[in-house]
């Protein structure tokens, strides 16, 4: 099967400003889990905007799918097989209700109106936010926000999943229920998280954002059983 996401060369950045990204080359492969850490700042969420067509390349190639990305019809088709979750919940939710914005996509797709909304109302359940769906999403709390905004990508049953900090702001039973439904997913991912414990459990290979370039990580997650002050604090060992 072929690569779903191919970079090569990419160097993007923001209109009038200098490149965040340089030269950067990065493959996702089927089946793959990819975490990806670096500095705030770094460019990792600008690297999963650009994967996504939302920053515009200044040179290099996008390969999406096997197919080479160019014009925004063409980002259009991937990003309905992409499940991107933006690190700020807020960007992806603006319907009057939380129900409207998790069949917003199923609709997307081409499904009825009917088939959307009912499967909305079961990932809704899924990710146990049944009650919410009546909701308006800007008055959520961030916690509801996130999960809300997870049902938004995880309804479409995408073919790979982008996720700009799953887990920010979650309590830890709602993180293990959000690891669980990842680990029960068999689909690549590419994950952008502060926490190492969490990437330890919910990818493979460890990935950097050094200098505008996709590095190996010298950071080595793992979980572990903190018996020093300040373990249950994500944290990186030497
Ligand atoms: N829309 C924008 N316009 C101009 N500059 C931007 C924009 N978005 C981000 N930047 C800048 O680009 C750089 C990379 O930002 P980015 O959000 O990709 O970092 P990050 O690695 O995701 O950081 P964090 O860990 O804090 O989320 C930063 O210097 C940021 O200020
Ligand atoms: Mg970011």
């Not at 129900?99 to 009912?118: I, K, M």
């Not at 909701?135 to 509801?144: F, I, Q, W």
């Not at 996130?146 to 049953?157: C, D, G, H, S, Y």
């Amino acid at each position: 099967m072929k690569e779903i996401i191919q970079l090569n060369g990419i160097t993007s950045g923001y209109p009038g400003r200098q490149d965040i990204l340089r030269e950067l080359d990065f493959t996702l492969r089927p089946g793959q889990r990819i975490g990806l850490i670096g500095p705030n700042g770094c460019g990792k969420s600008t690297l999963l905007h650009t994967i996504m067509g939302l920053v515009p390349i200044r040179s290099g190639t996008i390969r999406l799918f096997g197919r080479q990305v160019n014009t925004e019809a063409e980002f259009h088709d991937a990003r309905l097989r992409l499940g991107f979750l933006f690190q700020h919940a807020d960007d992806q939710l603006f319907s009057p209700s939380v129900l409207e914005d998790v069949a917003f996509g199923p609709l997307n797709q081409g499904l009825g109106r009917r088939e959307a909304l009912d499967k909305a109302m079961a990932t809704i359940t899924r990710l146990g936010l049944e009650g919410f769906e009546d909701r308006v999403p800007y008055k959520l709390s961030g916690g509801e926000k996130k999960l809300a905004a997870l049902a938004t990508i995880l309804v479409m049953e995408p073919d790979a999943l982008l996720l700009d900090e799953p887990t920010t702001g979650l309590d830890k039973d709602t993180k293990q229920r959000i690891l669980t439904i990842l680990q029960g997913l068999d689909i690549a991912c590419l994950v952008v998280s502060h926490e190492p414990d969490f990437l330890a459990e919910a990818t493979d290979t460890l990935v950097a954002l050094r200098d505008g370039q996709v590095v190996r990580s010298e950071a080595h997650a793992h979980t572990h059983v903190h018996i020093h002050e300040g373990g249950e604090e994500p944290h990186l060992h030497d």
